[in-house]
Protein backbone atom coordinates (compact mmCIF):
# COMPACT_ATOMS: atom_id res chain seq x y z
CA UNK A 1 0.00 0.00 0.00
CA UNK A 2 1.25 3.41 -0.75
CA UNK A 3 2.50 5.17 2.14
CA UNK A 4 -0.06 8.04 2.65
CA UNK A 5 1.86 10.39 5.07
CA UNK A 6 0.44 13.70 3.28
CA UNK A 7 -2.12 15.39 6.11
CA UNK A 8 -4.89 14.28 6.04
CA UNK A 9 -8.30 15.14 6.01
CA UNK A 10 -8.30 16.38 2.10
CA UNK A 11 -6.87 13.42 0.88
CA UNK A 12 -6.86 10.74 -1.42
CA UNK A 13 -9.73 9.70 -3.50
CA UNK A 14 -10.51 6.65 -5.36
CA UNK A 15 -12.43 5.82 -8.94
CA UNK A 16 -14.88 2.84 -8.54
CA UNK A 17 -15.63 0.78 -11.27
CA UNK A 18 -18.36 -2.51 -10.96
CA UNK A 19 -17.70 -4.13 -14.65
CA UNK A 20 -20.42 -7.29 -14.93
CA UNK A 21 -20.58 -7.72 -11.31
CA UNK A 22 -22.90 -10.76 -10.59
CA UNK A 23 -23.26 -12.17 -6.96
CA UNK A 24 -25.48 -15.83 -6.69
CA UNK A 25 -25.75 -17.33 -3.08
CA UNK A 26 -25.51 -21.01 -3.19
CA UNK A 27 -28.65 -22.20 -2.71
CA UNK A 28 -30.70 -19.35 -4.57
CA UNK A 29 -31.91 -19.20 -7.75
CA UNK A 30 -31.94 -15.48 -7.94
CA UNK A 31 -29.08 -13.92 -8.42
CA UNK A 32 -28.60 -11.31 -5.23
CA UNK A 33 -26.73 -8.76 -7.78
CA UNK A 34 -27.39 -9.33 -11.45
CA UNK A 35 -24.58 -8.09 -13.97
CA UNK A 36 -24.00 -4.44 -12.36
CA UNK A 37 -21.90 -2.22 -14.51
CA UNK A 38 -21.33 1.40 -13.39
CA UNK A 39 -18.56 3.62 -12.24
CA UNK A 40 -18.10 6.35 -9.90
CA UNK A 41 -15.73 8.77 -10.49
CA UNK A 42 -13.29 10.09 -7.72
CA UNK A 43 -14.77 12.40 -4.99
CA UNK A 44 -18.28 11.83 -5.89
CA UNK A 45 -21.41 10.10 -3.72
CA UNK A 46 -22.99 7.20 -5.35
CA UNK A 47 -26.38 6.30 -3.38
CA UNK A 48 -27.38 2.90 -4.37
CA UNK A 49 -31.39 2.80 -3.55
CA UNK A 50 -34.21 0.26 -3.96
CA UNK A 51 -36.49 -1.59 -2.04
CA UNK A 52 -35.36 -4.75 -0.05
CA UNK A 53 -33.66 -7.72 -2.07
CA UNK A 54 -32.69 -5.31 -4.22
CA UNK A 55 -29.03 -5.90 -3.21
CA UNK A 56 -27.61 -2.81 -2.75
CA UNK A 57 -26.06 -3.53 1.17
CA UNK A 58 -25.17 -7.07 -1.29
CA UNK A 59 -23.32 -5.02 -4.20
CA UNK A 60 -21.96 -2.45 -1.31
CA UNK A 61 -20.50 -5.53 0.47
CA UNK A 62 -18.58 -6.98 -2.61
CA UNK A 63 -16.34 -3.59 -2.91
CA UNK A 64 -14.43 -4.61 0.40
CA UNK A 65 -14.76 -8.30 0.42
CA UNK A 66 -17.12 -8.61 3.01
CA UNK A 67 -19.07 -11.12 0.42
CA UNK A 68 -16.96 -12.45 -2.77
CA UNK A 69 -18.32 -11.54 -6.08
CA UNK A 70 -19.85 -14.70 -8.39
CA UNK A 71 -18.39 -12.97 -11.77
CA UNK A 72 -17.08 -9.74 -12.76
CA UNK A 73 -14.65 -7.72 -12.02
CA UNK A 74 -14.72 -4.13 -9.53
CA UNK A 75 -11.84 -1.63 -9.89
CA UNK A 76 -10.62 0.78 -7.65
CA UNK A 77 -8.31 3.26 -9.64
CA UNK A 78 -7.87 0.35 -11.61
CA UNK A 79 -6.98 -1.95 -9.23
CA UNK A 80 -9.38 -5.40 -8.84
CA UNK A 81 -10.42 -5.78 -5.69
CA UNK A 82 -9.84 -9.74 -5.51
CA UNK A 83 -6.33 -9.47 -6.78
CA UNK A 84 -5.53 -7.14 -3.67
CA UNK A 85 -4.79 -8.27 -0.02
CA UNK A 86 -7.78 -8.47 1.73
CA UNK A 87 -6.55 -6.90 4.89
CA UNK A 88 -5.08 -3.85 3.24
CA UNK A 89 -7.85 -3.33 0.89
CA UNK A 90 -9.90 -2.72 3.56
CA UNK A 91 -7.36 -0.88 5.74
CA UNK A 92 -8.13 1.58 3.00
CA UNK A 93 -11.95 1.83 2.90
CA UNK A 94 -13.61 3.22 5.42
CA UNK A 95 -16.81 1.35 6.46
CA UNK A 96 -19.82 2.68 8.21
CA UNK A 97 -22.87 0.59 9.05
CA UNK A 98 -26.08 1.57 10.66
CA UNK A 99 -25.83 0.01 13.81
CA UNK A 100 -22.09 1.40 13.84
CA UNK A 101 -20.34 -1.08 15.72
CA UNK A 102 -18.43 1.10 18.13
CA UNK A 103 -16.06 -1.25 20.48
CA UNK A 104 -17.97 -0.78 23.57
CA UNK A 105 -14.52 -1.67 25.39
CA UNK A 106 -12.88 1.41 23.98
CA UNK A 107 -13.08 4.86 24.59
CA UNK A 108 -14.20 6.79 21.62
CA UNK A 109 -10.79 7.99 21.06
CA UNK A 110 -9.30 4.69 21.12
CA UNK A 111 -12.07 3.84 19.21
CA UNK A 112 -11.37 6.16 16.06
CA UNK A 113 -7.70 5.07 16.88
CA UNK A 114 -8.09 1.77 15.85
CA UNK A 115 -6.81 1.55 12.15
CA UNK A 116 -4.00 3.73 12.15
CA UNK A 117 -2.67 2.11 14.97
CA UNK A 118 -2.90 -0.65 12.80
CA UNK A 119 -1.05 0.53 10.48
CA UNK A 120 1.52 1.21 12.97
CA UNK A 121 1.12 5.07 12.92
CA UNK A 122 3.90 6.93 15.94
CA UNK A 123 1.74 7.76 19.03
CA UNK A 124 2.18 11.80 18.32
CA UNK A 125 0.05 11.52 14.94
CA UNK A 126 -2.33 9.11 16.20
CA UNK A 127 -3.04 11.36 18.80
CA UNK A 128 -3.40 14.17 16.79
CA UNK A 129 -5.56 12.35 13.74
CA UNK A 130 -7.48 11.52 16.61
CA UNK A 131 -8.23 15.42 18.13
CA UNK A 132 -8.27 16.35 14.13
CA UNK A 133 -11.32 13.87 13.35
CA UNK A 134 -13.33 14.20 16.49
CA UNK A 135 -13.20 17.81 15.74
CA UNK A 136 -14.11 17.49 11.99
CA UNK A 137 -17.53 15.55 13.32
CA UNK A 138 -18.59 17.88 15.59
CA UNK A 139 -16.85 16.20 18.87
CA UNK A 140 -15.14 18.03 21.54
CA UNK A 141 -11.53 15.60 21.79
CA UNK A 142 -11.14 16.89 25.43
CA UNK A 143 -14.70 15.81 26.90
CA UNK A 144 -16.09 13.03 24.40
CA UNK A 145 -12.67 11.39 23.66
CA UNK A 146 -12.22 9.80 27.24
CA UNK A 147 -16.11 8.39 27.39
CA UNK A 148 -17.32 4.96 26.38
CA UNK A 149 -19.78 4.36 23.27
CA UNK A 150 -22.72 3.44 26.00
CA UNK A 151 -22.26 7.25 27.13
CA UNK A 152 -23.26 8.70 23.94
CA UNK A 153 -26.22 9.14 22.20
CA UNK A 154 -27.33 7.77 18.79
CA UNK A 155 -26.19 10.85 16.96
CA UNK A 156 -22.84 10.94 18.69
CA UNK A 157 -21.95 7.19 18.36
CA UNK A 158 -22.64 7.71 14.65
CA UNK A 159 -19.92 10.67 14.02
CA UNK A 160 -17.77 8.44 16.18
CA UNK A 161 -18.12 5.72 13.57
CA UNK A 162 -17.80 8.28 10.89
CA UNK A 163 -14.73 9.56 12.57
CA UNK A 164 -13.63 5.94 12.60
CA UNK A 165 -14.37 5.13 9.13
CA UNK A 166 -11.93 8.46 8.21
CA UNK A 167 -9.17 7.73 10.49
CA UNK A 168 -6.76 6.63 8.32
CA UNK A 169 -7.77 8.83 5.42
CA UNK A 170 -9.05 6.37 3.33
CA UNK A 171 -9.66 6.94 -0.42
CA UNK A 172 -13.04 5.34 -0.52
CA UNK A 173 -15.79 5.02 2.16
CA UNK A 174 -18.31 2.51 2.37
CA UNK A 175 -21.53 3.57 4.19
CA UNK A 176 -24.77 1.39 4.69
CA UNK A 177 -27.93 2.93 5.88
CA UNK A 178 -25.47 5.14 8.03
CA UNK A 179 -28.24 7.69 9.37
CA UNK A 180 -30.90 4.87 9.45
CA UNK A 181 -31.11 4.00 13.35
CA UNK A 182 -31.68 7.89 14.19
CA UNK A 183 -34.72 9.99 14.77
CA UNK A 184 -35.40 12.33 12.00
CA UNK A 185 -33.98 15.73 13.31
CA UNK A 186 -30.50 14.50 14.35
CA UNK A 187 -30.24 12.23 10.83
CA UNK A 188 -31.11 15.78 8.78
CA UNK A 189 -28.30 17.37 11.21
CA UNK A 190 -26.31 14.25 10.30
CA UNK A 191 -27.12 14.45 6.68
CA UNK A 192 -26.27 18.35 6.33
CA UNK A 193 -22.95 17.78 7.84
CA UNK A 194 -22.02 14.94 6.20
CA UNK A 195 -22.34 16.48 3.16
CA UNK A 196 -20.61 19.50 4.35
CA UNK A 197 -17.88 17.46 5.10
CA UNK A 198 -17.75 15.68 2.15
CA UNK A 199 -17.04 19.21 0.52
CA UNK A 200 -13.97 19.07 2.71
CA UNK A 201 -12.83 15.45 2.47
CA UNK A 202 -13.85 14.38 -0.62
CA UNK A 203 -13.73 10.74 -0.51
CA UNK A 204 -15.39 8.44 -3.25
CA UNK A 205 -18.73 7.03 -1.37
CA UNK A 206 -21.03 4.50 -1.80
CA UNK A 207 -23.96 4.96 0.63
CA UNK A 208 -26.52 2.07 1.15
CA UNK A 209 -30.24 3.64 2.04
CA UNK A 210 -33.52 2.37 1.05
CA UNK A 211 -34.71 6.14 1.16
CA UNK A 212 -35.30 7.67 -2.08
CA UNK A 213 -35.55 11.41 -0.19
CA UNK A 214 -32.32 10.81 1.38
CA UNK A 215 -31.18 9.40 -2.03
CA UNK A 216 -32.09 12.29 -3.68
CA UNK A 217 -30.35 14.36 -1.12
CA UNK A 218 -27.20 12.60 -0.69
CA UNK A 219 -26.32 11.38 -4.08
CA UNK A 220 -23.79 13.20 -7.25
CA UNK A 221 -25.28 9.96 -8.84
CA UNK A 222 -28.31 7.53 -8.12
CA UNK A 223 -28.05 3.80 -8.61
CA UNK A 224 -31.87 2.26 -8.51
CA UNK A 225 -31.66 -1.18 -8.12
CA UNK A 226 -34.83 -3.54 -8.49
CA UNK A 227 -35.24 -6.90 -6.64
CA UNK A 228 -32.97 -9.51 -7.76
CA UNK A 229 -30.02 -6.89 -8.09
CA UNK A 230 -31.04 -5.32 -11.77
CA UNK A 231 -29.56 -2.01 -12.01
CA UNK A 232 -32.94 0.25 -12.93
CA UNK A 233 -31.34 3.81 -13.38
CA UNK A 234 -28.04 5.38 -13.04
CA UNK A 235 -28.51 8.67 -13.43
CA UNK A 236 -28.00 12.33 -11.51
CA UNK A 237 -30.88 12.82 -8.86
CA UNK A 238 -32.45 15.49 -11.08
CA UNK A 239 -32.18 13.54 -14.00
CA UNK A 240 -34.00 10.67 -12.22
CA UNK A 241 -36.73 12.68 -10.99
CA UNK A 242 -36.92 14.50 -14.19
CA UNK A 243 -36.60 11.17 -17.05
CA UNK A 244 -37.20 7.76 -14.62
CA UNK A 245 -36.39 5.23 -17.04
CA UNK A 246 -39.53 3.03 -16.46
CA UNK A 247 -42.49 2.40 -14.70
CA UNK A 248 -40.79 1.01 -11.62
CA UNK A 249 -38.41 3.88 -10.98
CA UNK A 250 -41.02 6.46 -11.66
CA UNK A 251 -42.86 4.04 -9.04
CA UNK A 252 -40.07 4.33 -6.56
CA UNK A 253 -39.51 7.68 -6.85
CA UNK A 254 -42.93 8.11 -5.92
CA UNK A 255 -45.81 10.93 -7.50
CA UNK A 256 -44.61 13.56 -5.44
CA UNK A 257 -41.53 13.41 -7.59
CA UNK A 258 -42.12 17.17 -8.88
CA UNK A 259 -42.06 18.31 -5.40
CA UNK A 260 -38.81 15.96 -4.60
CA UNK A 261 -37.17 18.00 -7.54
CA UNK A 262 -38.22 21.40 -5.89
CA UNK A 263 -36.15 20.31 -2.77
CA UNK A 264 -33.09 19.89 -4.72
CA UNK A 265 -33.35 23.79 -6.23
CA UNK A 266 -32.74 27.00 -4.18
CA UNK A 267 -35.22 30.02 -3.87
CA UNK A 268 -31.42 31.82 -4.47
CA UNK A 269 -31.11 30.06 -8.08
CA UNK A 270 -34.05 31.66 -9.64
CA UNK A 271 -34.01 34.92 -11.30
CA UNK A 272 -36.67 36.97 -8.83
CA UNK A 273 -39.58 39.30 -9.32
CA UNK A 274 -38.80 42.55 -9.06
CA UNK A 275 -42.00 43.93 -7.53
CA UNK A 276 -45.12 42.28 -5.67
CA UNK A 277 -48.23 43.65 -4.63
CA UNK A 278 -49.30 43.40 -1.15
CA UNK A 279 -46.52 42.16 -0.15
CA UNK A 280 -46.61 43.96 2.99
CA UNK A 281 -45.75 41.67 6.54
CA UNK A 282 -44.99 38.46 4.85
CA UNK A 283 -42.90 35.63 6.02
CA UNK A 284 -39.54 36.39 4.39
CA UNK A 285 -37.37 33.97 2.90
CA UNK A 286 -33.61 33.40 1.97
CA UNK A 287 -31.83 32.47 -0.92
CA UNK A 288 -31.11 29.30 0.84
CA UNK A 289 -34.64 28.26 1.25
CA UNK A 290 -35.54 24.96 -1.23
CA UNK A 291 -38.23 25.90 -4.02
CA UNK A 292 -40.31 23.31 -2.01
CA UNK A 293 -40.34 24.80 1.44
CA UNK A 294 -40.66 28.08 -0.57
CA UNK A 295 -44.40 26.88 -2.58
CA UNK A 296 -45.42 25.60 0.68
CA UNK A 297 -45.22 29.03 2.66
CA UNK A 298 -46.75 30.83 -0.59
CA UNK A 299 -49.37 27.99 -0.58
CA UNK A 300 -50.08 28.97 3.66
CA UNK A 301 -50.24 32.42 2.48
CA UNK A 302 -52.98 32.36 0.23
CA UNK A 303 -50.71 31.97 -2.71
CA UNK A 304 -49.97 35.67 -3.03
CA UNK A 305 -45.76 35.72 -3.72
CA UNK A 306 -42.74 36.28 -0.89
CA UNK A 307 -40.39 38.51 -0.59
CA UNK A 308 -36.80 36.97 -0.16
CA UNK A 309 -34.43 38.70 1.64
CA UNK A 310 -30.35 38.67 1.91
CA UNK A 311 -28.51 40.53 4.21
CA UNK A 312 -31.11 42.27 5.47
CA UNK A 313 -32.46 43.87 1.98
CA UNK A 314 -35.21 42.47 -0.20
CA UNK A 315 -33.90 40.63 -3.51
CA UNK A 316 -36.46 40.20 -5.22
CA UNK A 317 -40.48 38.04 -4.98
CA UNK A 318 -41.23 34.75 -5.58
CA UNK A 319 -44.85 33.75 -7.05
CA UNK A 320 -46.28 30.06 -7.57
CA UNK A 321 -45.72 30.58 -11.31
CA UNK A 322 -41.92 31.40 -11.22
CA UNK A 323 -42.17 27.73 -8.95
CA UNK A 324 -44.02 26.06 -11.64
CA UNK A 325 -41.67 27.45 -14.20
CA UNK A 326 -38.75 26.14 -12.02
CA UNK A 327 -39.90 22.63 -12.89
CA UNK A 328 -39.51 22.94 -16.97
CA UNK A 329 -36.81 20.81 -18.16
CA UNK A 330 -34.96 23.39 -20.09
CA UNK A 331 -35.11 25.96 -17.23
CA UNK A 332 -33.64 22.92 -14.90
CA UNK A 333 -30.23 23.65 -13.45
CA UNK A 334 -28.05 20.97 -12.75
CA UNK B 1 12.79 -35.68 87.14
CA UNK B 2 8.85 -36.40 86.79
CA UNK B 3 7.71 -36.67 89.99
CA UNK B 4 8.39 -33.15 91.48
CA UNK B 5 7.31 -31.01 88.39
CA UNK B 6 3.86 -33.09 88.72
CA UNK B 7 3.85 -32.04 92.23
CA UNK B 8 4.21 -28.27 91.88
CA UNK B 9 1.41 -27.86 88.50
CA UNK B 10 -1.47 -29.14 91.43
CA UNK B 11 -4.73 -30.78 89.35
CA UNK B 12 -3.90 -33.86 87.34
CA UNK B 13 -5.52 -32.45 84.22
CA UNK B 14 -3.62 -32.90 80.62
CA UNK B 15 -1.66 -29.30 80.62
CA UNK B 16 -1.77 -27.50 77.54
CA UNK B 17 1.36 -25.74 77.71
CA UNK B 18 0.34 -22.30 79.18
CA UNK B 19 -3.38 -23.23 78.95
CA UNK B 20 -5.93 -21.37 80.35
CA UNK B 21 -9.30 -21.80 81.84
CA UNK B 22 -10.83 -21.53 78.36
CA UNK B 23 -8.88 -24.22 77.24
CA UNK B 24 -8.97 -26.28 80.22
CA UNK B 25 -13.00 -26.41 79.69
CA UNK B 26 -13.26 -26.59 76.53
CA UNK B 27 -15.31 -23.78 75.76
CA UNK B 28 -16.40 -22.55 72.06
CA UNK B 29 -13.80 -20.63 70.79
CA UNK B 30 -11.24 -19.72 72.59
CA UNK B 31 -9.14 -16.87 70.68
CA UNK B 32 -5.90 -17.71 73.25
CA UNK B 33 -5.68 -21.28 71.16
CA UNK B 34 -6.36 -19.55 67.63
CA UNK B 35 -3.05 -17.22 68.70
CA UNK B 36 -0.87 -19.43 69.89
CA UNK B 37 -1.20 -21.95 67.08
CA UNK B 38 -1.32 -19.52 64.29
CA UNK B 39 2.00 -20.17 62.99
CA UNK B 40 2.63 -23.92 63.79
CA UNK B 41 -1.06 -24.79 62.52
CA UNK B 42 -3.31 -21.87 61.03
CA UNK B 43 -1.09 -20.21 59.41
CA UNK B 44 0.44 -22.96 57.18
CA UNK B 45 -2.82 -24.64 56.85
CA UNK B 46 -4.26 -21.35 55.36
CA UNK B 47 -1.10 -20.54 53.13
CA UNK B 48 -1.25 -24.65 51.90
CA UNK B 49 -5.11 -23.85 50.85
CA UNK B 50 -4.16 -20.65 48.65
CA UNK B 51 -1.79 -22.78 47.09
CA UNK B 52 -4.44 -26.30 46.17
CA UNK B 53 -6.68 -23.57 45.22
CA UNK B 54 -4.13 -21.44 43.22
CA UNK B 55 -3.08 -24.55 41.46
CA UNK B 56 -6.34 -25.49 40.89
CA UNK B 57 -7.51 -22.36 39.51
CA UNK B 58 -4.75 -22.48 37.22
CA UNK B 59 -5.10 -25.51 35.60
CA UNK B 60 -9.09 -25.21 35.23
CA UNK B 61 -8.59 -22.04 34.02
CA UNK B 62 -5.66 -23.24 31.25
CA UNK B 63 -7.77 -25.87 30.31
CA UNK B 64 -11.34 -24.36 29.91
CA UNK B 65 -10.37 -21.06 28.35
CA UNK B 66 -8.70 -23.49 25.88
CA UNK B 67 -11.75 -25.33 25.15
CA UNK B 68 -13.83 -22.28 24.93
CA UNK B 69 -11.50 -21.06 22.52
CA UNK B 70 -11.90 -24.30 20.24
CA UNK B 71 -15.38 -24.13 20.64
CA UNK B 72 -15.78 -20.60 20.33
CA UNK B 73 -14.05 -21.63 16.81
CA UNK B 74 -15.75 -25.12 15.86
CA UNK B 75 -18.82 -25.03 17.06
CA UNK B 76 -19.15 -28.80 17.48
CA UNK B 77 -16.59 -28.75 20.37
CA UNK B 78 -19.45 -27.26 22.83
CA UNK B 79 -22.06 -30.22 23.57
CA UNK B 80 -19.08 -32.96 24.05
CA UNK B 81 -17.35 -30.51 26.54
CA UNK B 82 -20.29 -29.42 28.41
CA UNK B 83 -21.18 -32.85 28.89
CA UNK B 84 -18.01 -34.07 29.86
CA UNK B 85 -17.62 -31.17 32.59
CA UNK B 86 -21.01 -31.55 33.63
CA UNK B 87 -20.99 -35.13 35.04
CA UNK B 88 -17.50 -33.98 36.32
CA UNK B 89 -19.55 -31.31 38.39
CA UNK B 90 -22.35 -33.86 39.21
CA UNK B 91 -20.53 -36.14 41.06
CA UNK B 92 -20.16 -35.99 44.84
CA UNK B 93 -16.86 -34.64 45.99
CA UNK B 94 -15.75 -37.84 48.24
CA UNK B 95 -16.78 -40.01 45.89
CA UNK B 96 -14.75 -38.51 43.53
CA UNK B 97 -11.89 -38.45 45.76
CA UNK B 98 -12.34 -42.60 46.67
CA UNK B 99 -12.59 -42.96 42.51
CA UNK B 100 -9.32 -41.40 42.15
CA UNK B 101 -7.44 -43.18 45.15
CA UNK B 102 -6.53 -46.25 43.10
CA UNK B 103 -5.43 -44.28 40.65
CA UNK B 104 -3.29 -41.14 41.83
CA UNK B 105 -3.15 -42.32 45.05
CA UNK B 106 -3.50 -40.56 48.31
CA UNK B 107 -1.76 -37.59 46.54
CA UNK B 108 -1.62 -33.54 46.00
CA UNK B 109 -2.37 -34.64 42.90
CA UNK B 110 -5.53 -36.78 43.66
CA UNK B 111 -6.63 -33.63 45.38
CA UNK B 112 -6.00 -31.62 42.18
CA UNK B 113 -8.01 -33.35 39.73
CA UNK B 114 -10.48 -33.43 41.01
CA UNK B 115 -10.95 -29.53 42.37
CA UNK B 116 -9.84 -28.64 38.18
CA UNK B 117 -12.68 -31.17 37.10
CA UNK B 118 -15.03 -28.75 39.52
CA UNK B 119 -14.10 -25.77 37.63
CA UNK B 120 -14.30 -26.96 33.81
CA UNK B 121 -18.01 -26.62 33.62
CA UNK B 122 -18.49 -23.06 34.80
CA UNK B 123 -15.37 -21.77 33.56
CA UNK B 124 -15.90 -23.34 30.06
CA UNK B 125 -19.23 -21.92 29.93
CA UNK B 126 -18.80 -18.29 30.83
CA UNK B 127 -15.91 -17.88 28.84
CA UNK B 128 -17.80 -19.32 26.03
CA UNK B 129 -20.90 -16.72 26.92
CA UNK B 130 -18.41 -14.40 26.75
CA UNK B 131 -16.87 -15.07 23.95
CA UNK B 132 -20.27 -14.82 21.99
CA UNK B 133 -21.33 -11.87 23.54
CA UNK B 134 -19.36 -9.25 21.13
CA UNK B 135 -22.66 -8.01 19.17
CA UNK B 136 -22.59 -8.98 15.78
CA UNK B 137 -22.48 -5.02 14.20
CA UNK B 138 -19.11 -4.97 16.11
CA UNK B 139 -17.79 -8.00 14.65
CA UNK B 140 -18.74 -7.14 11.44
CA UNK B 141 -17.42 -3.36 11.74
CA UNK B 142 -14.09 -5.06 13.00
CA UNK B 143 -13.82 -7.33 9.63
CA UNK B 144 -15.02 -4.18 7.72
CA UNK B 145 -12.11 -2.01 9.05
CA UNK B 146 -9.45 -4.88 7.95
CA UNK B 147 -9.04 -5.99 11.36
CA UNK B 148 -7.94 -10.22 10.88
CA UNK B 149 -9.74 -12.94 12.69
CA UNK B 150 -7.18 -12.97 15.32
CA UNK B 151 -6.79 -9.38 15.44
CA UNK B 152 -10.43 -9.72 16.59
CA UNK B 153 -10.35 -12.39 18.59
CA UNK B 154 -7.06 -10.59 20.63
CA UNK B 155 -8.41 -6.83 20.51
CA UNK B 156 -11.87 -7.46 20.57
CA UNK B 157 -13.77 -10.83 21.54
CA UNK B 158 -11.50 -11.38 24.52
CA UNK B 159 -11.90 -8.58 26.11
CA UNK B 160 -15.18 -7.98 25.99
CA UNK B 161 -14.93 -11.43 27.51
CA UNK B 162 -13.33 -10.50 30.58
CA UNK B 163 -16.82 -9.52 32.71
CA UNK B 164 -17.95 -13.13 32.09
CA UNK B 165 -14.56 -15.35 32.61
CA UNK B 166 -14.18 -13.50 35.75
CA UNK B 167 -17.42 -13.81 37.08
CA UNK B 168 -16.70 -17.51 36.12
CA UNK B 169 -13.87 -17.02 38.22
CA UNK B 170 -15.24 -15.77 41.22
CA UNK B 171 -18.04 -18.52 40.96
CA UNK B 172 -14.98 -21.41 40.62
CA UNK B 173 -12.58 -19.87 43.39
CA UNK B 174 -15.29 -19.99 46.04
CA UNK B 175 -16.29 -23.65 44.90
CA UNK B 176 -12.76 -24.50 45.16
CA UNK B 177 -11.98 -23.18 47.96
CA UNK B 178 -14.84 -24.32 50.01
CA UNK B 179 -14.25 -28.18 48.62
CA UNK B 180 -10.85 -27.72 49.40
CA UNK B 181 -11.68 -28.33 52.76
CA UNK B 182 -12.68 -31.96 52.20
CA UNK B 183 -9.12 -32.60 50.55
CA UNK B 184 -7.90 -33.90 54.07
CA UNK B 185 -9.63 -36.89 53.47
CA UNK B 186 -6.69 -37.60 51.20
CA UNK B 187 -3.94 -35.65 52.02
CA UNK B 188 -3.27 -33.69 55.32
CA UNK B 189 -3.31 -30.32 53.53
CA UNK B 190 -5.23 -27.12 53.85
CA UNK B 191 -7.43 -25.85 56.07
CA UNK B 192 -9.49 -28.90 55.90
CA UNK B 193 -7.19 -30.73 58.55
CA UNK B 194 -7.38 -28.51 61.29
CA UNK B 195 -11.21 -29.31 60.88
CA UNK B 196 -10.64 -32.52 60.26
CA UNK B 197 -8.84 -32.74 63.79
CA UNK B 198 -11.61 -30.87 65.19
CA UNK B 199 -14.01 -33.42 64.25
CA UNK B 200 -12.01 -36.06 65.83
CA UNK B 201 -11.47 -34.48 68.69
CA UNK B 202 -13.93 -32.47 70.02
CA UNK B 203 -12.00 -29.44 69.92
CA UNK B 204 -14.87 -26.90 68.83
CA UNK B 205 -12.25 -23.95 68.40
CA UNK B 206 -9.88 -25.34 66.01
CA UNK B 207 -13.16 -26.08 63.51
CA UNK B 208 -14.64 -22.89 64.52
CA UNK B 209 -11.08 -21.18 63.57
CA UNK B 210 -10.89 -22.98 60.51
CA UNK B 211 -13.74 -23.09 59.02
CA UNK B 212 -14.06 -19.41 59.35
CA UNK B 213 -10.98 -18.65 58.01
CA UNK B 214 -11.66 -20.91 54.40
CA UNK B 215 -15.10 -18.40 54.53
CA UNK B 216 -12.84 -15.41 54.82
CA UNK B 217 -10.58 -16.86 52.40
CA UNK B 218 -13.49 -17.05 50.04
CA UNK B 219 -15.02 -13.97 50.56
CA UNK B 220 -11.55 -12.01 50.47
CA UNK B 221 -11.02 -14.16 47.26
CA UNK B 222 -14.27 -13.18 45.91
CA UNK B 223 -13.76 -9.41 46.53
CA UNK B 224 -10.38 -9.09 44.92
CA UNK B 225 -11.96 -10.53 41.61
CA UNK B 226 -14.31 -8.34 41.87
CA UNK B 227 -12.16 -4.91 42.44
CA UNK B 228 -10.08 -6.71 39.48
CA UNK B 229 -12.70 -7.12 37.21
CA UNK B 230 -13.77 -3.16 37.67
CA UNK B 231 -10.30 -2.31 37.44
CA UNK B 232 -9.72 -4.15 34.25
CA UNK B 233 -13.14 -3.53 32.53
CA UNK B 234 -13.92 -0.01 33.64
CA UNK B 235 -16.31 0.15 30.48
CA UNK B 236 -18.39 -2.51 32.08
CA UNK B 237 -19.65 -0.16 34.26
CA UNK B 238 -21.73 2.03 31.42
CA UNK B 239 -23.07 -1.06 29.46
CA UNK B 240 -26.67 0.00 28.42
CA UNK B 241 -29.42 -1.55 31.11
Known amino acids: MAESTADISTGTAGEIEFRHVTKHYPGRRQAAVNDL???????EICVLVGPSGAGKTTAMKLVNRLIDLSEGEILIDGRDVTKMNQTELRRGIGYVIQQVGLFPHMTVAD??????????WERSRVRARVRELLELVGLDPDEDGSRYPAQLSGGQRQRVGLARALAADPPVMLMDEPFGALDPITRERLQNEFLRLHDEIRKTVIFVTHD???????????????EGGVLAQYASPEDILTRPADDFVAQFVGADRALKRLALSRVGDLELLDSAPDAADSPVLTPDTSLRDALSQILTEDGRPLPVQENGAVRGYVSVQLVTRALQPERVQA | MIGPVLADSGPVIPNFGRADTCLRENHTFCWSWVKAHWSDTL????VQHIVLTLIAIGIGFAISTACALYAHRRGWFERPFSVFSGVLYTIPSLALFQLLVPISGFSTLTVE????SYTLLILFR????????????????????GLSDSQILWKVEL???????????????????????VAAFIVD?????????ALQSNFTTELIAAGALAVALALAADGLLLLAQRLITPWSRYRRA
Open chain 1, 37 to 43: SLSIPAG
Open chain 1, 111 to 120: NVATVPRLLG
Open chain 1, 212 to 226: IDEAIKMGDKIAILR
Open chain 2, 43 to 46: GPAL
Open chain 2, 113 to 116: IALV
Open chain 2, 126 to 145: NTLTGLRSVPEETREAARGM
Open chain 2, 159 to 181: PLAVPAVIAGLRVAVVTVISLGT
Open chain 2, 189 to 197: KGLGSPIFH
